[in-house]
């Protein structure tokens, strides 16, 4: 259900894939983020997804003009899970605020692999 604001200037309509493409954005900028993962139920297997198809790998809803976010990240081996994950969630927060406008209620992150590369 996409997210509606009135004001004196008119009526504004912002969706979720919104959301997940800032979202996405933000979150490739972020230190020790590989990529976004998209999950093949199927058979379990993980696929690294490339730019325009980041979105898949995250999932946005919203409550009240609230957003709740999922990330299916893959990160860099070597980093601390922790740290990525503090610094992800704090990231994309002050992001969707800042460009929407839109309170993050809450952001899950499903690490769904490690890439090492070999140099």
Partial sequence: MPSNFSNEYGHIIINEEVIAQISGVTA??????VGMAARNVK???VHLLK????TKGIAVRLNENKANIDFHV???YGTKIS???DNL???VKYKVKDALGIEVESIRIFIEGVRVDKE
């Fill in 89 to 91: 969630m704090s990231t």
């Fill in 28 to 33: 490739m900028e972020c230190y020790g983020v």
């Fill in 43 to 45: 058979d379990g297997i």
């Fill in 83 to 85: 740290a990525v994950a």
């Fill in 74 to 76: 893959i990160v860099e």
């Fill in 51 to 54: 730019g325009e198809s980041l």
